[in-house]
């Protein structure tokens, strides 16, 4: 072996050698190398997800709340602030007909969001929304 070598020129060495190392780290990585680093970054992903999730449903209840007193007090001035202050569009029916919307994007037809659910996700073609519903009373004792 030692005749071989000194028959190879300098780079040629360098090459043998270089591909021997590279050879060795692979064979390196290939025995240490499991899924439990991956499971762990998945599950720490879907964790911030879902915290993600949990802080944004937050919000939408606090914004509903919000709509719910405007709407109890009467004050129409005040929804049309909350149009500008709230992150999220918000809709209401009153007897399946809508009396007031946020946002002029998107309105969706009374049929796709009844039924009765607290929180649902709702595919459309458009994309995927999460819904609160939410029922209150108005300053006229209406039910909404």
């Known amino acids: 072996m030692f005749a071989l070598i000194k028959n190879l020129k ?12 590279f050879a060795l780290l692979t064979w390196i990585a290939l025995i240490f190398h499991q899924k439990k680093p991956l499971v762990a970054v998945n599950e720490k992903y879907r964790a911030v997800v879902q915290q993600n999730i949990l802080e944004k449903i937050k919000i939408l209840e606090q914004e509903g709340r919000e709509v719910e007193q405007l709407f109890q007090e009467g004050n129409a001035m005040s929804l049309v602030e909350l149009k500008r202050k ?17 946002d002029f994007r998107f309105i969706p037809e009374y049929n796709l969001i009844a039924g009765k ?3 649902q996700f709702l595919e459309l073609k458009n994309g995927m929304y999460l819904v609160h519903r939410q029922y209150f009373k108005t300053a006229e004792s209406n039910s909404i």
């Open 86 to 102: 709230h992150i999220y569009p918000c809709v209401v029916f009153n007897n399946e007909k809508l009396v007031f919307w946020s």
């Open 117 to 119: 659910y607290e929180m």
């Open 10 to 21: 300098l780079y040629h060495l360098q090459f043998l050698l270089g591909a021997i190392f």
